[in-house]
């Protein structure tokens, strides 16, 4: 409702021609401010739970701020159930969600009066306001821009902002028309004779090869949104987009920045020369504008000499069923269901190769039998993910809907018997009560940027989400299966990137993993890597910086 009444506004202050309104004073920084308001961002809040956690001073403050967090999540589950019993004429259990939400808003009430009596600015903190262009501007680098859209019925809002620089535009497609546009190019994507992170039993067979990408669709996309910047995207080397509706479920670095000859092509050697946007800039994904403000006022310790590893991954699989089946039963992951799965043998790899990059006494590794949620859960591999610097989960990542799972999760070594602690799925609930200050945590599984799988769902409201929840300050999260070879290949390569920075000259993990990509396409002696199916999974989202 509040999304409907702000695309209103928008409409009577964006003139289609001229941006000039009788309505407002600053057509352009007060319709900024209103999209801001009218952006819902689940993963921004989470972040912005990140931000009241840094800013509190005292250490007897973070209980209170991470059961307010709790109570405020188990309302918004509460709420949804309330919804779905109204919906299906239930009494009983809309009283008893009733009671249950009204319970848990008192307790919020009196936790954030208590936080407020002791942490000035709490309030502010907790619901700011809308960023101001000046605000925005300010917090970016020279070399930095900002992209933020907002997708109407018909229309799509556009903002570009540097420093002392703004461009504000508007184009006539709006949501169905971008959905079909973005649909079209995840189509050039979704297929591959390769082995990949998604749930998969083994006796699946494999489909047709890789298909025909569609460039002049990318390439439409580019002359929308940054073509009407001109001259403004001189010198960026890292562009931060906000983007929503089908724009979230494409990463930018997709967008390519000329005609090309042959337009729809699956050819290597031209898919190597094309002018992708990655070739220009890093880019990193953020929830909401906000999110940059939570951020950068914040800014991570510095870099420690030895930086922390905890890595999971290469759960042991590969039973095969005889047919598929779904992965839970009664509320719990089904262990024969999951062991179903196909292995990923590159995954130990990958992680090994990572681990090599860390000291190891500051490495915590969990591979095969030990990739468990029992041995995640212990006293010690809690201490060590909590500390960890950066953390690394490569395995299977499963989407909410997919073989009859609720909502998101990460697969581990199953058990042989499924317990509430350990039934094989690390679930997106799970991960939020985890305990993190990672600045960086890779997700090298498939479909890791997907929504919950709610109807209303926002972009990264999934596993993303559920990490920033926990602490993380940027993630590496993919927008569709990814290749077991490639996905080890852009990790690794990118860590490796963010460790042979000289000293004293650190690089944005935005541009690592910009550099990963590139050596990944270039690769001469796999034609397929050309594709970016191969090569472009992987986004940034959260802090891309350094």
């Known amino acids: 409702m509040l999304r409907a009444f702000f695309l209103w506004l928008l409409s009577l202050t964006a003139p289609a021609t001229a941006f000039a309104s009788p309505l407002l004073a600053d057509p352009m920084a007060e319709s900024f401010a209103m999209a801001q308001r009218g952006y819902a961002s689940s993963a921004g809040n989470a972040l912005r739970q990140i931000a009241l956690r840094a800013a509190a001073t005292d250490p007897a403050l973070a209980p209170s701020l991470r059961a307010r967090q709790d109570q405020t999540e188990a309302l918004a589950r509460a709420e949804r ?3 779905d019993a109204l919906a299906a004429n239930d009494p009983r259990a809309v009283a008893r969600l009733s009671a249950e939400a009204a319970a848990l808003r008192n307790q919020i009430a009196a936790l954030e009066a208590d936080i407020a009596r002791r942490f000035d600015g709490f309030a502010s903190l907790a619901a700011p ?14 070399d930095e821009a900002l992209l933020f859209t907002f997708v109407a019925k018909d229309t799509t809002f556009v903002w570009f902002l540097r420093q002392g620089f703004t461009v504000w535009h508007r184009f006539p497609h709006g949501q169905a028309d971008l959905a079909q546009v973005v649909q079209e190019i995840r189509a050039g994507l979704g297929v591959t004779t390769t082995p990949t992170r998604a749930a998969a039993p083994l006796d699946d067979s494999a489909g047709p090869g890789l298909p025909v990408f569609r460039r002049d669709l990318t390439q439409a996309l580019y002359r929308l949104l940054l073509q009407p910047v001109g001259d403004g995207l001189a010198g960026v080397t890292h562009l931060i987009a906000v983007t929503d509706g089908p724009l979230a479920a494409l990463p930018l670095h997709l967008l390519t920045t000329e005609a090309e000859d042959s337009s729809a092509t699956s050819d290597p050697e031209a898919l190597r020369q094309t002018a992708w ?35 999971m991954g290469d759960p042991v699989l590969g039973r095969a069923l005889a047919q598929k089946t779904a992965l839970t039963r009664g509320g ?33 590794l969990k591979l095969a039998a030990e990739a468990t ?6 006293p010690e591999a809690q201490a060590a ?29 199953p058990p042989e018997i499924a317990t509430s602690a350990d039934d094989g799925l690390l679930s997106a609930s799970e991960i939020a009560g985890l305990s993190l200050s990672a600045s960086w945590v890779i997700l090298s599984a498939c479909n890791t940027a997907a929504s919950d799988g709610r109807a209303d769902a926002d972009g990264f409201s999934g596993l993303t ?16 299966p990814v290749r077991d070879d490639a ?32 050596a990944l396409m270039a690769d001469s002696s796999d034609d397929s890597l050309a594709h970016p199916f191969a090569w472009a999974p992987f986004a940034m989202v959260g802090e891309g910086g350094y």
């Open 487 to 518: 996905a080890a290949r852009l990790t690794t390569t990118a860590l490796a990137e963010m460790g042979a920075a000289p000293e004293g000259q650190p690089l944005r993990r935005a541009e690592a993993l910009r550099r990963a990509m590139l």
């Open 332 to 364: 719990l992951g089904d262990p024969a269901a999951i062991a179903a799965l196909a292995p990923l043998p590159g995954t130990a790899r990958e992680l090994r190769s990572i681990a090599a990059q860390f000291a190891p006494e500051a490495t915590t």
């Open 373 to 378: 949620e029992t041995a995640l859960n212990t």
């Open 465 to 480: 989400r559920a990490f920033l929840l926990a602490g993380a300050r940027g993630l590496l999260v993919s927008h569709w």
């Open 385 to 413: 993910l909590s500390q960890a610097d950066v953390v690394v989960f490569a395995t299977h990542g499963l989407v909410s809907g997919e073989l009859g799972l609720t909502e998101p999760a990460l697969v581990l070594t």
């Open 129 to 142: 306001n809308p960023l101001t262009l000046d605000q925005a501007r300010a917090l970016l680098a020279p």
């Open 81 to 83: 159930a309330l919804a």
């Open 277 to 311: 946007l990655i070739r220009d800039m890093a880019i990193t994904t953020l929830p909401s504008v906000e999110s940059l403000a939570a951020l950068r006022a914040n800014p991570p310790a510095p870099r420690q000499e030895n930086p922390r590893l905890f890595a």
